[in-house]
């Protein structure tokens, strides 16, 4: 099955009850037993409920694996690979990660005897260096949040395992979508996703999947979900189902109108550096170009005048672009950084990165690229 047929019957069959062609939402927490563990597959939705199930398929689907899980944020879907590792494990990670990633790895898992190095993943090597023989996990991020750098996923996955191959690779894939990359096809063991963003696509919905296509690691990864909790709701899985059914015309559309937007920004008498993994001068775009499909709806840039004063000027203007947390819906966001989704990194750590006050991150949407435009224009002449 092709991907674009996937995302709507990937993994999915109609309700055998009545034929239902979406599956019903089962707002049930337990499942009559016959007699004492004698069920029909289902006994508690902590454990699974029929509508998640459904949803879970479509996870593994999508990404070329055999295991989906689904769970109540992005967030709990990082903690639950986490939990996979034990005090004294060591933990490779791109140093310009997704902020809520960097705090709770700093934050609540540091103090459990996991330790992290956050390394440049633009290099190959920056990756292989930091690895000891007590690394257990590679996280990665491509493109990344919000600075665009593309790390090479199956260049990493294989001097990774090269070195060890019980390393494991996890790739956060939210922002490119499998869509425009799949990493398990191309080594990675596992696949993380805020569904809160592309694959519910909407807006109305807080949701984290994994993806994987080993059946031992699914089982852990069950296990932890299971006995942790952090489960998604039925009603939460029905929407990202119906959600990921518009995926691949949606990204079609956020590529198309995040190309134009890049294109119109990189002219702009007002506005500075532009990163955008489509340019032939971004410095990995080659690598872009080789594992993803398209260069998604991501576009941060920076004005000329560096002042907060003129960030804040711009960032009240926008008219169509609402000034908001998140991405990935149809409606384009525009967010700034250093005072809404990066304000947990240490200032000296933001900087270092290059998160100043002047970087302006765009989630462009699937509107009318004309009205998007000359509300960037407008908002730029404020
Ligand atoms: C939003 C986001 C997360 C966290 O997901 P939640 O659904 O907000 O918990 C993780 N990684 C990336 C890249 C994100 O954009």
Redesign the pocket.
Known sequence: MKFNTKTIHGGQKHEEATGAVMPPVFLTSTFAQSSPGVHQGYEYSRGANPTRTALENSFASIENGTHGLAFS????A?DCVLRLLNPGDEIVAGDDL?G??YRMFTRLFQKYGLSFSFVDMNLVENVTNAITDKTKLVWL?TPT?PLMKIADIEAITKAVKEINTSILVAV?N??ATPYLQQPLDLGADIVMH????YLGGHSDV???ALMVKDEKLAESLHFIQFAAGAIASPMDSFLVLRGIKTLHIRMQRHCENGKAVAKFLQNHPKVGEVYYPGFETHPNHDIAKKQMKDFGGMVSFRLKDTSKAAAFQFLENTKVFTLAE??GGVESLVNHPTTMTHASIPEKERLKIGITDSLIRLSVGIEDIDDLLSDLDQALHA
């Open positions: 944020s992005g967030l709990s990082i997704y809520g990633t991020e949040n956060d939210t922002f805020s569904a809160t963003k807080i949701m984290g998140s991405l």
